[in-house]
């Protein structure tokens, strides 16, 4: 996080402010940037809903949220005192025609009350068929039209497809400027996300040996032990591939595959992903089955607890064929990757909860010890955890101890919560104050988040219109479905939770 505060008088205006989202995260991320002295000294906050709600009704709702959510419950209602005199609500239909202009009013007064134009900061933290109406308001009440000064934060899902998500793309940039547009996705915000970019470019010791010549293959893995909970409505019709490999998986293969670039300028960050993007190999309809699988769990046991299937998870179709779990093999055809095999899959009911990104790296080119020796052999890695634990780990092969050349895999590793006695930010709190500093670097751009909707369109295609590959049931509580293993035993891999069936 910066060492200086922010201090241009900023409003924050939050569509959808009676929903999850805000009091389970933005308001607890505000509140800790409050707290650790970033946010700016003139700071409004506005929600926005269709619900009619008392401002002190919303202010206790929203205090409830950080002692329930945040990674600092309040410890000092001074501190909270001040943040909840900064926040108003407002009851809003952003369907309605006329709506808006108490909007409007309320920032007029804010600014002629501090005598400046503040930044303007509208959050759409609405369900997609609201974003079209709700820019469009802004658009007709003149609100957010300075680019210097006013931006737009659009929450995921961006479109169901890669037509809706042009057609969203179309329409705000017909009433905005793209880079007043910040597409959020909130894994971008994680600490050890934005590691990565250290990692690579900041070691001279790795980057060397970044490319096809010494690494086998790439596997990135984002596994929950949660079920639908109480999202079985908007699951059933969104699935693994949307809702996860669409935008979190694909922004974890950019870091990791992306060229240098010549700065960290926000533009030139995301013009690398999406020279990774365009990279990857386009799937053809009929190599569908051979480079995706998709699973869907049963009742099984998660943690030693007792777990219903998804298809009676509530609200939830009984005959559903949405996928829980989704595996997939891309190449990305370019200098630096051509035949590496990046690997990721994403599923509920898994075993563990775990994002990481393991790379594996190739064997010598000649093995000089005796067989007996290498019995425990696994290729050397480097293993990149996202959650619950950060860090970063190195697998290497070192001696026994003993009188006989026996080689065993041993781990060096790097823990963020040993490492460093400060508190990481959570991922919205990063992103929140990137939003109020105007830098873009980790927001996506129109251009990625269509080029990773064309990736990923054969897939849900052929899913839609084929019989293969099949739905494939997985126990609740497994690693999914068996096809998964099979995905990487034909190029002589496997998923590094099962070492022992692993020797390449």
Known sequence: MPQRPVNQPTILIIFGAGGDLTSRKLIPALYNLQLDGYLPERFAIIGVARKPLESDDFREQLRSGID??????????????????SISYLPEDVTDPASGERLK??????????????????????PPNL???????????????DCSHDRLVVEKPFGRDLQSAQVLNRFLT??????????????????????????????????????????DHVQITVAETVGVEQRGEYYDRSGALRDMVQNHLLQLL???????????????????????????????????????????????????????????????????????????????DNWRWQGVPFY??????????DSSISIVFRSPPHQLFPADAVQHWQNNRIQIKIQPEEGIATALQVKLPGTRMLLTPATMEFRYREA????????????????????????MRADQVEQAWQQVMPILEAWETQPQPPLLDYPAGSWGPRGAEQLLAVAGHCWLDAPDECQS
């Open 131 to 145: 974003m079209e109406p709700a820019a469009a308001m802004l658009q007709r009440l003149g609100v957010c039209r």
């Open 344 to 353: 990721l899959r994403t599923g509920k009911r898994l075993p563990i909860k």
């Open 174 to 215: 017909d009433l905005f400027v793209e880079s007043q547009i910040y597409r959020i996705d909130h894994y971008l915000g994680k600490e050890t996300v934005q590691n990565i970019l250290a990692f690579r470019f900041a070691n001279a010791l790795f980057e060397p040996l970044w490319d096809r010549r010494y690494i």
């Open 420 to 443: 460093f006695r400060e508190q990481a930010p959570e991922a919205y709190e990063t992103l929140l104050l990137d939003a109020v500093r105007g830098d873009a670097t980790l927001f």
């Open 68 to 85: 329930r959510f945040s990674r600092r419950p309040v410890l000092d209602e001074a501190h909270w005192r001040q943040l909840a005199e």
């Open 254 to 332: 950019c870091l990791v595959g992306m060229e240098p670039p010549i700065s960290f300028e926000a533009n030139e960050i995301r013009n690398k992903k999406v020279d990774l993007l365009r990279a990857l190999r386009p799937i053809r309809p009929e190599e569908v089955a051979q480079v995706a699988v998709r699973g869907q769990y049963c009742a099984g046991t998660v943690q030693g607890t007792a777990v219903a299937g998804y298809r009676d998870e509530p609200r939830v179709s009984p005959d559903s064929t949405t996928e829980t779990y989704v595996a997939l093999k891309l190449l990305v």
């Open 105 to 126: 009013a309320r920032l007029e007064a804010i600014e002629a009350h501090w005598q400046t134009r503040a930044n303007r900061i509208y959050y759409f933290a609405i």
